[in-house]
């Protein structure tokens, strides 16, 4: 069977959004990573939490998309982030 063309290069990106709000508009971008919203005090602690992620991944060695579930499950526990209560699928 012929190749159908190049094979894509995996992307992933975080995606943060606060649902609380004081009234402004923030958003803030990275190299893998959106947030939105959230009052000034929430989208400060997902910019810190976002920092962390990529901290702890290029400790690693690894990028967002090379990282397993579990890794990033890790990794996201060692930042404090807690699991949601049923797995995504």
């Keep these: 069977m012929a190749n159908a063309g190049p094979k894509k290069k995996r992307k992933a990106m975080l995606l943060g959004v606060g649902l ?6 923030r958003i803030t971008t990275g190299p ?3 947030l939105v919203g959230g009052s000034e005090e929430t989208h ?3 910019t810190e939490t976002a920092i962390k992620i990529n901290e702890k991944l ?3 060695g690894k990028a967002l998309e090379t990282v397993s579930r579990e890794e990033f499950d890790d990794i996201a526990h060692e930042v404090g982030l807690k699991p949601l209560r049923e797995p995504l699928k």
């Design 58 to 60: 290029k400790a690693r």
């Design 44 to 46: 400060e602690r997902m």
């Design 20 to 25: 609380d709000s004081d009234g402004h508009k």
């Design 32 to 34: 893998n990573f959106a």
